[in-house]
């Protein structure tokens, strides 16, 4: 059975840099898609991007200059960074196994809060 | 961006209830259609791919359908553990977007 697990800093400060690693157990993160969701608190959810083991990424053209999804196969991880940051991107951030771009694993989430 | 619109967006019904939630696509998306099933504090879980394809374990009475531009999702017997907010995704083209979500509650 698939796992993932989101880690990283709970609170990021304003104009700053956004940094989660998911880590995947239960299988090879090779010859899939992996990919990032945003869920501000009491909101739906926004998709950020995703990223193939090759490196090939598609991301969300409202985000695409602040994003960048990286995959490190002898990890079995893969990483967002999100910079300059906002109050607006506070949210609860997913990482999913992508298949035909629709999301089939799910980690449990990690709340990102930008604040000074 | 494809705009994926869910009705109702808050529904009530009984134990043993067919909940029928509906999601309109802006533009034709063929089936690249899923659904996902999200309780409070807990990440989403897949329930349907493709429109009309159940996800491994979940139950029987999830159902879903249509093509296009017009989806349905059916839950034929409300069990207590179904009381949820139930998220549309379309897969057809980037970016990927959601519905608003339909929040099923206890009448």
């Known amino acids: 059975q698939v796992q993932l697990q989101e880690s990283g800093p709970g609170l990021v400060k304003p104009s700053e840099t956004l940094s989660l690693t998911c880590t995947v157990s239960?299988?090879?993160?090779?010859?899939?898609?992996w990919g990032w969701i945003r869920q501000p608190p009491g909101k739906g959810l926004e998709w950020i991007g995703h990223?193939?083991?090759?490196?090939?990424?598609n991301y969300n053209p409202s985000l695409q200059s602040r994003v960048t999804i990286s995959v490190d196969m002898s990890k079995n991880q893969f990483s967002l960074n999100l910079n300059s940051v906002t109050a607006a991107d506070t949210a609860v951030y997913y990482c999913?196994?992508?298949?035909?771009?629709?999301?089939?694993?799910w980690g449990q989430g990690t709340l990102v809060t930008v604040s000074s | 961006d494809i705009q994926m619109t869910q009705s109702p967006s808050s529904v009530s019904a009984s134990i043993g209830d067919r909940v029928t939630i509906t999601c309109r696509a802006s533009q034709g998306i063929g089936s690249w259609l899923a659904w996902y099933q999200q309780k409070p504090g807990k990440a989403p879980r897949l329930l349907i791919y493709?429109?009309?394809n159940l996800q491994s374990g979940v139950p029987s009475r999830f159902s879903g359908s249509g093509s296009g531009t017009d989806f349905t999702l059916t839950i034929s017997g409300l069990q207590p553990e179904d009381f949820a907010t139930y998220y549309c995704?379309?897969?057809?083209?980037?970016?990927?977007?959601f519905g608003g979500g339909t929040k099923v509650e206890i009448k």
């Open positions: 999913a196994r992508v298949r035909n771009r629709q999301f089939d694993y």
């Open positions: 990223i193939y083991n090759s490196g090939s990424t």
């Open positions: 493709t429109a009309s």
């Open positions: 995704q379309q897969a057809n083209s980037f970016p990927l977007t």
């Open positions: 239960g299988g090879s993160i090779s010859n899939f898609y």
